[in-house]
């Protein structure tokens, strides 16, 4: 696993990189914490700072790597600051081994879980743009041809499985060549 570590290397900053480093895990430390949050890393453990939401690279709600900030109990704890910021975890100073190897796996598996259910919403969403391009091609071919809603709904599904293309390809194909000669 390749984790970013970008936290002062104090004390604190040097324990967290050894006990990842324990846990075989591939670690880069960065300091001071750069303009843009790095994308090509598993894991982030990222020092928490006001600025920490506007130098997060990724849009929210899709995010690249899991998030971990890290609080180093210096300031009260900005509730806010962390919920702009997203984060799949957050790992309080003086954090012990126990602490880091949870608050990573946790942050994971909320990174991959929502990374599921962002795929599994693009597919229902493309699902609903082929059906309602379907029935706008059913409309077309029952004003048309006179058909009944089945069988306009079978000729779009044979002509699909005879030019083996989805039945939202035909349906698109339908109504585009129908705007283009109206």
């Known amino acids: 696993m390749n984790i970013a570590v970008i936290v002062e290397r104090d004390d604190n900053g040097e324990f967290l990189i050894r006990e990842l480093q324990r846990m075989r895990a591939n670690v880069k430390h960065l300091w001071p914490v750069p303009a843009q949050i790095p994308l090509q890393f598993d894991a982030i453990f990222c020092a928490l700072s006001k600025d920490l939401p506007q130098?997060?690279?990724w849009?929210?709600?899709e995010p690249s790597s899991a998030l971990i900030v890290v609080d180093d109990g210096k300031e009260p704890l900005n509730l806010k600051l962390i919920h702009n910021c997203a984060a799949h975890g957050l790992l309080?100073?003086?954090a012990t081994s126990r602490m880091i190897q949870s608050v990573l796996m946790l942050a994971r598996e909320h990174f991959q879980y929502e990374r599921r259910l962002r795929s599994r919403?693009?597919?229902?969403d493309e699902n609903l743009r082929t059906t309602r391009l379907v029935e706008r091609a059913k409309v077309l071919l029952i004003r048309l041809k006179n058909l009944s809603e089945e069988e306009a709904y079978n000729f779009l599904r044979k002509q699909a499985m005879e030019k083996r293309v989805t039945i939202g390809a035909v349906a698109s194909a339908v109504i585009d060549s129908h705007e283009l000669l109206s």
Do not use: C, F, Q, T
Request: charged residues 25%.
């Open 121 to 124: 919403i693009e597919k229902l």
């Open 55 to 57: 130098r997060i690279p």
């Open 59 to 61: 849009v929210p709600g």
């Open 92 to 94: 309080h100073y003086p």
